[in-house]
């Protein structure tokens, strides 16, 4: 079974701070894709990423940055010099293969950027 | 602008009652998800339709149903039978099932008098 692992529930950082959100995953396929949504208050998820599984070439855009790492099934989100407007929670996701786009989600980092 | 549109934003229900969450798109996707969201946990797949006048089960299906009679539309229907509804249900739509990025919708808090 495909499973996401987000461990740090809550983490408070003071504006202007890096943040890393960690994602562990697992799953049994050799195919399959990574995603990081951002949910802010106003409740709808908004898509950051896609990788898929063979592409292991780090990520950046603009503040964002993701380190995908197969060796430890990770795929970890940083934001740089983070600002109140990154408040929001973040989910890592991992999709079944096969064509279902069904997406097993983390239960989310919960990021508060204090101004 | 497209998007997907979700309705009611809140919507309480009493015991017994079935309530229905109605989801609209215009993004012409093909394929439609229904996720459930409880706090300080992740989101957990009701049920999905790829195509129109087709839908499959997601991971806890039970005392939910749902209907894909046109592409936009994509309506969750709560009944009696889910004892314990109260959560945020958010709507999804994708380009097509092949791992496509989905677009959300805002979302319906559903709460039990």
């Known amino acids: 079974a495909q499973k996401v692992t987000q461990a740090q529930t809550e983490i408070s950082v003071v504006e202007k701070e890096d943040v890393t959100l960690d994602c562990v995953y697992e799953t049994r396929d050799t195919t399959y894709y990574l995603f990081w949504y951002k949910q802010p208050p106003s409740g709808e998820l908004v898509f950051l990423i896609r990788?898929?599984?063979?592409?292991?070439q780090n990520e950046i855009s603009g503040r964002y940055s993701w380190n995908f790492q197969k060796s430890t099934s990770s795929f970890n989100f940083t934001i740089t010099a983070s600002q109140v407007v990154d408040s929001a929670v973040y989910f890592c996701a991992l999709s079944e293969p096969y064509g279902n786009n069904r997406l097993a989600f983390g239960k989310g980092n919960q990021v508060v950027v204090i101004p | 602008d497209g998007g997907i549109t979700q309705s009611p934003k809140y919507l309480f229900r009493k015991e017994g009652q079935n309530v229905t969450l109605s989801c609209e798109q215009n993004?012409?996707?093909?394929?439609m998800y229904w996720y459930r969201q409880d706090p300080g946990q992740g989101l957990r797949l009701i049920y999905y339709?790829?195509?129109?006048?087709?839908?499959q089960k997601g991971d806890i299906a039970e005392g939910y149903s749902v209907s894909r009679e046109k592409k936009e539309s994509f309506p969750l229907t709560v009944t009696s039978a889910q004892k314990n509804p109260t959560a945020f249900y958010l709507c999804?739509?994708?380009?097509?099932?092949?791992?496509?990025?989905?677009?959300f919708g805002s979302g319906t808090q559903l709460s039990v008098l």
């Open positions: 339709s790829q195509i129109v006048n087709d839908f």
């Open positions: 999804a739509s994708s380009m097509n099932r092949y791992n496509e990025k989905l677009f």
């Open positions: 993004l012409n996707h093909d394929a």
């Open positions: 990788r898929n599984s063979f592409d292991e």
